[in-house]
């Protein structure tokens, strides 16, 4: 007999959910106003609106367009700014072309985009703690004039010059724990050292509820994107944690032969995962 144990925080974060209604939402109105009242042509993105491949497929069939730049987006026509936010010259190279902003950067990015900025603009140097390719980093490197550097880890902080004033911000997604240790790093490298805790709770919130499943099952089924920067850090956690990990982004993936011998399984989800493909994974177990 088989047991699944949810972890008690998984899927949609606010942020996340806020951006897929409001892309739905604008969907629908242009669908029902027939484009009279709406830019001509469709509702676009500028990449990935999430780092969800199967539910970014869904808005798509209901009509979504997703540009590989803003390049691509055609002048005049309705932008969805994703939850990972955009550049500021990206976003009014955009509203120069005539086209209609709809912003759903997630309020956690905008506080780290607008503290980088903040910060840089009073004579800091920023340090951002995140992966360099991440759009949310690229967008808060946006807002930032003066000199910054990206760094993912402990060895890069390390080689970072002495400065007399820094200013350490973290993409939103980081483990509190890795933030702590590059803060202690720079300290001793710096005279004046402004440390800014921008991780989100809800990142939080789901590697704690990553962490109590250790020790209440024999595996974990991690569902989510495979560029999703935060379901990678669960996966990180969990098996720090000493947990099997079978990451799938959904029930398609699933390899049955993991459950073998398995009695109690624990169900895990990025911020980035509809409720839609948990369910179905949870489904197609509980059947099993
Ligand atoms: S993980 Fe946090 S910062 Fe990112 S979109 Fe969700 S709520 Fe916003």
Redesign the pocket.
Known sequence: MKEIIMADRAGF????KRAVDEIINALESRASAQGALLPKGAVWSIGMPIHNPQEVARLKTMGLKVAQDADEVPDGAMVLIR?HGESRAVIEGLRGRGGVIVDMT?P??RRAQERASELSSQGYDVVLLGDARHPEIRSIMGYVDGPIDVVANVAEAEKLPKRSRAALISQ??QQEELLADIASVLVSKTGELCVCNTI?K??VERQDAVRRLAGKVDGVVLIGGKESA?TAKLRDIAEANGMDVLWIESVDGMDWGWLQGKIRIGIAAG?STPQWLITEVCNKIARM
Do not use: L, Y
């Open positions: 974060c606010f942020g996340v939850a997630c956690h990015v939103t997604t989100c809800a990142t935060n911020a």
